[in-house]
């Protein structure tokens, strides 16, 4: 596959078509690459593609399977998913909400304005990074759990949260040779 997967992926997909199936050790991948195949997969079938196999990453960085994204489909991950669908993302809960995204959004404006005055490079990453955090956790939370304006109790220091939001997608994308080979 090589060190960029997607770039290896799409040059498959250019080769044998928008819809394909791989195997990664002993687990088989079906891999849609274009809008209709994405619909077969996600719409048409999508409970024949729902569940992801075991891996070390979803019993260790969420709690032996337990989140939203690692459970296997089944009466817990309905009623995950229904929360998620009545208590944070339905159009009533967003619109309730929406006055949060925008305060982020200007107190980050603000961040960024004397930096652009003085011509200084800027990584957007770290303030969006920060942004969508101070978001979710005041969608989830009802208060900031990072940076100025968040409980002293709770706060963390916001190189303490982004080291651990890196750590966790390292640690969800590294491969774990016996998830591929599970005898080993």
């Given at each position: ?50 569940d992801r196999p075991r891996m070390a990453c979803g019993k260790y960085t969420v709690y ?121």
């Amino acid at each position: 596959i090589g060190p960029l997967p997607h770039h290896s992926i799409h040059a498959l997909s250019a080769r044998y078509g928008p819809l394909m199936s791989l195997r990664f050790g002993s687990f088989p991948i079906v891999v849609g690459s274009s809008l209709e195949a994405a619909e077969f997969i996600l719409r048409t079938h999508d409970l024949a593609f729902l569940d992801r196999p075991r891996m070390a990453c979803g019993k260790y960085t969420v709690y032996n399977f337990s989140g939203m994204l690692w459970s296997h489909y089944g009466p817990y991950w309905r009623q995950l998913r229904k929360l998620w669908l009545t208590e944070l993302l339905s159009a009533r809960q967003l619109r309730l909400t929406e006055h949060i995204r925008g305060e982020e959004v200007r107190a980050m404006l603000r961040d960024l304005h004397p930096s652009t005055s003085t011509g200084r490079t800027v990584v957007l990453k770290d303030h969006l990074l920060m942004v969508t955090l101070n978001v979710i956790s005041r969608m989830v939370l009802g208060k900031r759990y990072v940076g100025e304006g968040a409980s002293s109790a709770s706060a963390a220091k916001p190189e303490e949260f982004r080291w651990m939001i890196e750590e966790i997608f390292f640690l969800n994308g590294a491969p774990h040779i016996g998830d591929m080979i599970p005898w080993l």
